[in-house]
C-alpha cells in the first residue's frame, strides 16, 4: 500500500527556520504531483505548497517567499523548506499525493507532523 511518512516537525521560535520531509513509497511514481498541506488549530486543512510531475510548483499567495518545495525523485521525497518562521505558521502539516495538480480529492496522505512556532 502506498504511503507517505513526513519528518522534520517541531517546536521553534518565531523567526527561525524548519525543513519538513516526506518520504513517499514507490507505489506513487513520478505522475504524481505532491503538495503540503496544513491544519491550524481550529481550522481547515488548506493546501500551501504543490509541486507537479514535472516539477513545478506554487503556493498559497501569503508564503511565496518564505516557503520552498521541492521534491528529489531519486530520493522519493518532497520537501518544505520553511523560513522566518511566524507563530500563525503553527499547524499540523500534512503531505498528499494526487494525479491531479489540483489536489481536490487527494489520493493518498501522509499522517502529518506538527510545527510549533513560539513567539
Known amino acids: 500500500q502506498a504511503q507517505l511518512v513526513e519528518s522534520g516537525g517541531g517546536l521553534v521560535q518565531a523567526g527561525e527556520s524548519l525543513r519538513l520531509s516526506c518520504v513517499v513509497s514507490p507505489g506513487i511514481n513520478r505522475r504524481y504531483a505532491l503538495g503540503w498541506f496544513r491544519r491550524a488549530p481550529g481550522g481547515q486543512r488548506e493546501l500551501i505548497a504543490r509541486v507537479t510531475s514535472d516539477g513545478s510548483a506554487s503556493y498559497a499567495g501569503s508564503l511565496e517567499g518564505r516557503f520552498t518545495i521541492s521534491r528529489d525523485n531519486a530520493k522519493n521525497t518532497v520537501y518544505l523548506q520553511m523560513n522566518s518562521l511566524k507563530p500563525e505558521d503553527t499547524a499540523v502539516y500534512y503531505c498528499?499525493?494526487?494525479?491531479?495538480?489540483?489536489?481536490?480529492?487527494?489520493?493518498?496522505w501522509g499522517q502529518g507532523t506538527q510545527v510549533t512556532v513560539s513567539s
Open positions: 498528499a499525493a494526487d494525479l491531479s495538480p489540483f489536489f481536490r480529492r487527494p489520493e493518498y
